[in-house]
């Protein structure tokens, strides 16, 4: 007889019904992402976490809307070409994520504190 590996959940232990598509880990039910390209939660919580860093910095970084009385085609222009930025730093920050390394998605659940079995 030889050893042969489980497949149990990366997370619970649990018996594995799927396998994440981003990095690997086995996943049983209650820990398969309820996205649609079929990563586990810890990788969608990666790409949120994330996307939300980019937004609040697109937030900090544009000026209020209450600003003194300048007319209003400066600042519709200005909010126009923030959120245009926005979007572009979201997009690149999705590609970034998804052509990540194992080591990089190792460390960043490291940094997060996400423990898996493996």
């Known amino acids: 007889m030889t050893y042969r590996q489980a497949l149990v959940c990366a997370y619970c232990g649990g018996s594995e019904s799927t396998l994440c598509s981003r990095c690997g880990c086995r996943l049983c039910e209650s820990h398969r992402s309820t996205r649609e390209d079929g990563w586990c939660w810890a990788c969608g919580k990666e790409l949120e976490d994330e996307l939300d860093l980019v937004q609040f910095r697109a937030l900090i970084n544009t000026p209020m809307e209450n600003q003194p009385d300048g007319g209003e085609a400066p600042m519709e222009s200005w ?27 190792d460390a960043w659940r490291r940094q997060a504190g996400i423990v898996t079995r493996w």
């Open 79 to 105: 909010m126009t070409l923030a959120r245009w930025v926005a979007r572009f730093r979201q997009k690149r920050m999705r590609r970034r994520i998804e052509g990540r390394s194992r080591d990089e998605i």
